[in-house]
């Protein structure tokens, strides 16, 4: 089985829960005694997520700069990388804003490097708050074109994060299915549907026009930040992160910028913390150690995508940053807009 992994596309919008999947279902494979590995895919660089696999002790690859279908060949690279130690699993999870993964990424796949992965059905993981909210005819228009796209090219619909979500919107798409990555329900009948070779592979091709397709990932702005916090005295990680969490929220708010996915991690001699919103006064989800003792240095990381002007949304980060009471450095920052997406020339129609 590991001389030719099965490799297994995990998509869906910023936050729907792609990496706690994935995480849960490496668990899961664990205990049968397989082994997996991860790409991890961004417009920029120093990705929390995949730092996150890493400190799960699984073995990740990045794929930076652009979508999968616009570094294929990175793509193909990291994945040939990691076949070399013989996973059983290999997972890539596209950008949360990225679609036309089947005709860019997956048919291209089957096409020229069958013989090197088993490829499995397309997996888009969808949220349930996120969804009414971006269905809703209120929704903003780009947001939504991009959440629908995705659904539209899925061969499988995962509703995510059912352990907090009972009910769920309805969705006119075949194959759609509940988990919850948390609480684990789901993801081992989940992981046998996508690896049994039942469902079709790429069996949907997207009529998407480029020009709004580029219009609408363009209109995001994309922030990843690390650096080195030494606070005035020892503080816990909750402590550190927070209130810079909050304070960007709040700022952001009165603003006017809407965030679509905003994650903090906190790394100390004490331990890893892990803070994510995806929406603005939303309840955080917290992952790791909030009972840590107090640190005197933090590695803090910042993974932020907004909708709105990227200069604003470094102005306030960066004020939100001279707030915290201590020294920073070793600070790096890159806050842009993604590059326009263009119909690569590998695509399979």
């Not at 699993?89 to 013989?115: N, Q």
């Not at 080195?228 to 700022?251: H, T």
Request: aromatic share 6%.
């Amino acid at each position: 089985m590991s001389e030719r992994p099965h490799l297994v596309l995990v998509g869906g919008f910023l936050g729907a829960g792609k990496t706690t999947l994935i995480l849960a279902a490496a668990r899961e494979l664990a205990s049968r005694g397989l082994r997996s590995a991860a790409v991890l895919n961004d417009q920029g660089d120093d990705l929390i997520d995949t730092q996150h696999v890493r400190t799960h002790g699984i073995d990740a690859r990045e794929v930076t700069g652009g979508c999968f279908c616009c570094r294929f060949s990175d793509l193909v690279d990291r994945a040939e990388e990691l076949r070399a130690y013989s996973p059983d699993v290999i997972f890539a999870e596209p950008v949360g804003s990225c679609t036309d993964i089947s005709s860019t990424t997956l048919k291209p796949l089957a096409r020229d490097y069958g013989d090197h992965f088993r490829l499995a059905p397309f997996t888009v993981l969808v949220d349930p708050e996120r969804a009414r909210a971006l269905l809703d005819p209120g929704a903003d228009e780009d947001l939504a074109f991009l959440f629908r796209k995705q659904l539209e090219e899925a061969d499988l619909i995962c509703l995510t994060k059912s352990d907090l979500h009972a009910g769920a919107p309805a969705l006119p798409y075949p194959n759609i299915r509940q988990l919850s990555a948390k609480s684990g329900q789901g993801v081992a009948a989940w992981l046998d549907e996508t690896l049994d070779g039942r469902l079709a592979v790429g069996a949907k091709t997207l009529d998407i026009d480029y020009g709004e397709y580029a219009r609408a990932e363009t209109a995001l702005a994309w922030m990843n930040l690390t650096f080195v916090y030494d606070p005035e005295q020892p503080m816990s990680a909750p402590m550190v992160v927070g209130p810079l969490l909050d304070g960007i929220d709040s700022r952001m708010t009165a603003m006017g910028i809407a965030i679509v996915h905003l994650k903090i991690t906190d790394e100390s001699a004490a331990g890893f913390l892990k803070a994510a919103i995806c929406a603005n006064g939303a309840d955080p989800t917290i992952d790791g150690a909030l009972d840590a003792s107090p640190a005197t240095l933090h590695e803090i990381r910042l993974n932020l995508r907004a909708k709105g002007s990227p200069d604003d949304v470094e102005l306030l980060v960066e004020d939100e940053l001279r707030r915290l009471p201590g020294t920073i450095r070793e600070q790096r920052m890159a806050c842009f807009r993604p590059g326009a997406p263009v119909r690569p020339a590998h695509a399979v129609r």
